[in-house]
């Protein structure tokens, strides 16, 4: 990277700069935690509620389908985006102007006169949403390497605790019996509280980058090659889209595969997931950076990757629709819980402070793509192969991730020696 970007060896390695890590205040960290969980929170406000949105503007199926998948698309967009911005002019304004671009998106949703304009409206609140490169650039800018993994999971942990009350209380507050108007309570509540969010970071955060230290960036593209080339990020990134590509659409597939083996409703569906939240939270928040820092961010990953792969395999074979199903749903929430913040952690560590932003954003792009692909890829191997067919195919795409995992390590070690 020193070629490339001017820093030397050890800088790349992200070891050195300790200007990059200085302490920062609490109101700071959390406020930036009220960041994913406002995220978060948003996108689970809508998601219950976007199929009796759109059947109120009387929308095909297809168009329905097309909302879902228009904030991920705007998202894949936005992360490298606003990461690389962020690299340049700092995580501060980036953060403050997408909370407030992404209030007025839930705001215009609100108020949109039909499907069309919804679905405009969902690719730039995807778009807006998707800042989450800049946060971990910033965890990235004031925490000590070791101290990243850890923090980087309570993103995760805030993004679980979103998720878990965003469709409780858009279903609580919409009103579907009204039409589109129906609506606007549930969606002007989730404007209101990335408004919120926007004024914390304004008043709580300081700006984690030096003006004086930045130097030019190369080209997006000259980073996309570089990234892939990397013998940490490249391997790192195609862990992120694999493995994201099996989770989306497990996650996507498993109420129609629930319903299929054992007439499961709504109601339990729903309590698996709240239940699978519910257990990755607190170990994100408590457990993942501790083990992180005692058996190292490369170890841990595989170690994830190795539980989620039999819980995955074990599932057709063996899930009765009762305890176990619950049961082996939750350890693949536990051992994803322990393996995810790694991801940022080990990129964090390889990159140079000055295109953190960019290369978290790339691997969040990659993310992404993989949520908006992985649901349709399983929903036709869901009915076109066996209904338990994704299951399989889930396992085997997370099998060879521990490969992955394994050799990011082995090319973090290599990069410290020499």
Same mark, same amino acid.
């Given at each position: ?25 609490d ?6 935690l009220?960041?994913m969980?406002i995220?978060?929170?948003g996108f689970g ?9 759109? &059947?109120s503007?009387?929308?095909a199926p297809?168009? @329905?389908?097309l909302?879902f998948s228009?904030?991920s698309m705007?998202?894949f ?5 606003w ?6 002019? !700092?995580?501060?304004? @980036? =953060?403050v102007?997408t909370?407030? /671009? ?6 215009l ?12 409206i969902?690719f730039? !609140?995807?778009?807006?949403a ?15 390497p ?8 309570k993103?995760? &942990?805030?993004?679980? @605790?979103?998720?878990i ?7 609580s *507050?919409a009103k579907?019996?009204? !039409?589109?108007l ?5 969606? *002007?509540?989730?404007s209101? *509280?990335a /408004?919120?969010?926007? =004024?914390?970071?304004?008043?709580l ?11 030019p ?10 990234a892939?080339?990397?013998p ?12 994201? $590509? ?13 319903h ?10 729903g ?5 699978s939240?519910l257990?990755a939270?607190?170990?994100q ?9 005692? $058996?190292?961010?490369a170890?841990?990953?595989?170690v994830?990757?190795v539980?989620?792969s039999?819980?995955? *395999? ?5 899930g ?21 913040p790694?991801t ?9 402070a ?10 969040n792009?990659a993310? &992404?793509?993989a949520?908006?692909v992985g649901p349709?890829?399983?929903?036709l191997?869901?009915?076109g ?8 195919l889930?396992?085997g795409?997370v ?5 992955? /995992?394994?050799a990011?390590?082995r090319?973090r070690?290599?990069?410290?020696r020499?």
């Open positions: 990277m020193s070629g490339s970007t001017g820093h030397t060896d050890t800088e790349a390695a992200g070891e050195v700069a300790p200007q990059a890590a200085p302490k920062r205040s109101a700071a960290l959390y406020t930036l009220s960041v969980f995220n978060m929170l406000v809508v998601v219950p509620l976007l199929p009796f949105y759109g &059947a503007f009387h929308a297809w168009q @329905i389908a909302i228009a904030y705007g998202s967009w936005g992360e490298p985006f990461g690389r911005l962020s690299d340049r002019i !700092g995580r501060k304004p @980036i =953060l102007s909370l407030l /671009a992404n209030c007025a998106c839930y705001g949703l609100a108020f949109a006169p039909n499907i069309y304009f919804a679905f405009i969902r730039f !609140g995807g778009m807006a998707g800042n989450g490169s800049v946060v971990q650039g910033y965890i990235a800018d004031v925490s000590a070791e101290d990243r993994a850890g923090r980087i999971s993103i995760g &942990a805030a993004y679980n @605790i979103g998720f009350l965003g469709p409780f209380v858009g279903g *507050l579907p019996s009204l !039409g589109p129906g609506f606007q309570i549930p969606l *002007l509540a989730a209101g *509280l /408004a919120a969010a926007a =004024l914390g970071v304004f008043l955060v300081r700006e984690s980058r030096d003006r004086k230290t930045r130097g960036q190369p080209s997006r593209w000259r980073m996309f090659g570089y892939v080339r990397h940490v990020v490249g391997p790192l990134i195609l862990l992120t889209f694999t493995v994201g $590509f099996a989770f989306s659409g497990i996650e996507s597939i498993f109420p129609l595969w629930a299929h083996r054992f007439d499961w409703q709504p109601r339990q569906v309590f698996v997931f709240g239940l939240g257990i939270s607190p170990t928040f408590f457990l993942t950076g501790t083990l992180s820092k005692r $058996f190292g961010e170890r841990m990953l595989a994830g990757m539980g989620t039999v819980a995955l *395999l074990l599932q057709p074979l063996i009765d629709g009762g305890v176990v199903t619950y049961t082996l749903m939750a350890t693949m929430s536990l051992f994803s819980s322990i393996a995810f790694n940022g952690a080990l990129i964090s560590r390889s990159i140079d000055d295109n953190q932003g960019q290369i978290m954003g790339l691997n792009a993310s &992404a793509l949520r908006f349709q890829g399983m929903a191997v869901f009915s192969i066996n209904v338990n067919a994704p299951y399989f889930g396992a795409i099998a060879p991730a521990i490969a992955l /995992a394994l990011a390590g090319g070690g290599q990069r410290r020499d």
